[in-house]
């Protein structure tokens, strides 16, 4: 049989520390998971406008093939800045077989995220 003797200040201060790392847990989800996925498409992909989606307790990052002054063309990009609608032609659109992320940059985000996640010191 088990039997558990505690008093009412080790189980307070159990519930503190419990408390601590439900915190921490979710100031990771919320911040610094998203921060993370948006530093490593600035330093590692070189994007200068990284699009990364923080919402309640999920973080998610959109790699976008192409800029959209590539997708568009360098007319349609700058009307589109200018507010002007332009009437639509022959669209030429390209599509490359490719992967849009190489694997080296997929293992780079999962380490550098994984190092993070380990970082988080669970005593209170």
């Known amino acids: 049989m088990l039997e558990i003797d505690a008093n009412k200040q080790d189980l307070a201060q159990l519930e503190q520390t419990l408390a601590a790392m439900l915190h921490k847990l979710n100031h990771f ?3 610094e998971l998203g921060q993370m996925m948006s530093d490593w498409q600035v330093n590692d992909m070189h994007r200068h406008r990284p699009f990364t989606m923080r919402s309640r307790h ?14 568009l063309g360098v007319k349609r990009y700058r009307a589109k800045l200018a507010g002007k609608r332009l009437p639509r032609r022959h669209p030429h659109r390209r599509w490359s077989t490719r992967p849009i992320l190489r694997a080296a940059l997929q293992s780079k985000l999962f380490t550098t995220v994984t190092e993070a996640f380990q970082r988080i010191s669970w005593g209170g």
């Not at 999920?58 to 997708?71: D, F, G, M, N, Y």
Request: charged share 30%.
């Open 29 to 31: 989800s919320n911040v």
């Open 58 to 71: 999920k973080a998610s990052t959109k790699v976008r093939p192409h800029s959209l002054r590539e997708v």
